[in-house]
């Protein structure tokens, strides 16, 4: 079965740092973009950042230049790499793929099950 799991979330002061990953897993055939997503209390759920298979990024104008988005494509592993924290980062993240399994013909969207992170003092 396909699916990405997500890891590293958890409380940290403003200004801190936080590394997110998120690990696809399953009998995969080809991934063409990761990307991460999160949402707030009482808010929708946002871009963040994506990773095109070309190895191209792109970050929501709120995170750019405090957020790095990165890939492992050996491992199947993606990670956002969070800096310079705000408590408005505070948000569960939810990683999010396009994926094509090995027994299908088409590739989906995957989302995983979210991590929250909180920041504050």
């Known amino acids: 079965q396909v699916q990405l799991v997500e890891s590293g979330g958890g409380l940290v002061q403003p200004g801190g740092s936080l590394r997110l990953s998120c690990t696809a897993s399953?009998?995969?055939?080809?991934?063409?973009?990761m990307c991460w997503y999160r949402q707030a209390p009482g808010k929708e759920r946002e871009l963040v950042a994506t990773?095109?298979?070309?190895?191209?990024?792109s970050y929501a104008d709120s995170v750019k230049g405090r957020f790095i988005i990165s890939r492992d494509s050996a491992e199947n592993t993606m990670s956002l790499q969070m800096s310079d924290l705000e408590p408005t980062d505070t948000a569960v993240y939810y990683c999010?793929?396009?994926?094509?399994?090995?027994?299908?013909?088409?590739?989906?969207?995957?989302w995983g099950r979210g991590t929250q992170v909180t920041v504050s003092s």
């Open positions: 399953g009998n995969i055939y080809s991934i063409t973009f």
């Open positions: 999010n793929a396009l994926m094509t399994p090995r027994t299908a013909d088409w590739g989906r969207i995957y």
């Open positions: 990773l095109s298979s070309d190895g191209s990024a």
